[in-house]
């Protein structure tokens, strides 16, 4: 039983022929700008991952998802970084798509059947930017609201059919605004796209700059967030930050995993140490999955938003921990011998800047195990 077997052949039942052509490849190809990877992971169907079946997806589970994640982080961060922006969309619609009067099972279906990716533009590359919190606005117009203003780092920049982002827009009581995310085809009249992402860390993400010049969106492709009073978060977007959780430790442990395949059969470095990698490894990856395992029925549920952030961040220090250890352990000859392994340690620390950040958490965590509403900064 090797280390990724199970999350290989997980991606091998949802995505047969990728994880071959993935590691055919190789990391230089698969990390450049050029990457074919994303196209590979449409051509194998990968956009309909998480569209219920009875959409015409293949209805994966949260705990098949974060296996192929780590599946595809193990051969392309970049990869698994990207197609987690579209799972993350796709997992918010089928929440949305659940509400009595959802529409949003229109969209899946079409997303599936016409194999469409979704970006997801919520970070807008300012400073102490808060990601519910977007400086781009809507301007209400008989045909809907127009949009304007810029979304990066967004991946899948340039390989995107439809984007989905944050923007604030007026109430439809005309008493202030409310935070709202529009969907927006790529080739609306207004979108531009220019280059944003200047480090060769995974730059197969396509983590450019997305632009918007008074886009149209029709009422039907704008969902309103309605929060109450007392209300932090919604249900939605609870949902959504667990699938986003879950999906990104998914990546990078695969991406650590990667370092760690390439020592454990290595001979030459004591036994004791290279187990002590793959137990660090795969605790990190059992308390991921048992968040994963809770999907179906808790997503809504902010303590389970609370656990898999908690969780995110031992991710993020399991990382930290095998790295190194597992770089020194391959030995300088390796390091010498290819880019990989200092490719690998460099990829592995992008864990710490998807939101929310650990130290921006910090108080309201301590704020919620004190009693009070999960709140995220
Ligand atoms: C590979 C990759 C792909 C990405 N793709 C996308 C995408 O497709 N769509 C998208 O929307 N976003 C994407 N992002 C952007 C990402 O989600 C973040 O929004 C972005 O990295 C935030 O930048 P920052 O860390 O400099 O922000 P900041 O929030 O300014 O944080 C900078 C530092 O300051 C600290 N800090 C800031 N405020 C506080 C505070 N109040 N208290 C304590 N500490 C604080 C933070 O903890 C952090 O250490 C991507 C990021 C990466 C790495």
Redesign the pocket.
Known sequence: MGLLDKERATLDAFMPGLDEFLAGSGLEELESPNSKGITAFRSHGGPALLVPDELSGMGATALQAVRIQRAIGARSPSLA?ATT?HHFSIASLVALSELPDGWEWMLLEGIATENLLV?????EGR???G?LHPTMQGTSTDAGVRVTGV?R???LARSMNLLTASVRVPRLNGEGTQLAVAVIPAESEGITVTPFWNSFA?AG?E?DQVSLTDVLVPPQLLVRMELSEDECLDDIQTAGFVWFELLMMGCYLGAASALVERVIANDRAPESDRLRLVVELEGAMAAVENIARQVPDGQRKRSLLADSLIVRYAVQDAIARVVPHAIELAGGLNFIGSSDTAYLAAAVN?LG???P????MARPLLDYLAGDELEI?
Do not use: Q, T, W
């Not at 970006?119 to 970070?123: D, L, N, Y």
């Open positions: 970084v922006m970006a997801s533009g919520f970070a400073r102490d930017g990601i979304k780092p967004c991946s995974l993400a983590s992008g800047f998807h939101p950040s650990r130290a921006k900064v």
